[in-house]
């Protein structure tokens, strides 16, 4: 992308990926950071996967599928299937 006689003028999203990984790299090993610590280097918080609150105070109460909600599921997917065979039909038919 760099000869000229063949550079049509536009830079793209991977050349322009490509500049800054370039740029980007040179960087990294200039920061004289420590790397974070986990549970087994030295962290001593307490995780807790809840963020404080009980899971029951969030988590929704689903009840059981009737068997008439079944049968009409059953329905519809049939009718949309059916749908969909008539239009596929109707559009391949000459």
């Given at each position: 992308w ?10 793209g ?40 609150r ?41």
């Open positions: 760099t000869a000229k006689a063949n550079f049509d003028g536009l830079a999203v991977g050349e322009q990926m490509s500049a800054l990984s370039a740029l980007q790299y040179t960087l990294v090993k200039k920061q004289a950071t420590k790397v974070p610590v986990t549970a087994d280097t030295g962290g001593t918080s307490i995780g807790n996967p809840d963020a404080g009980p899971m029951e105070s969030y988590m929704p109460v689903t009840t059981e599928i009737t068997i008439g909600e079944k049968v009409a599921a059953g329905f519809v997917t049939t009718a949309i299937a059916f749908s969909v065979l008539g239009a596929s039909f109707f559009v391949m038919k000459e």
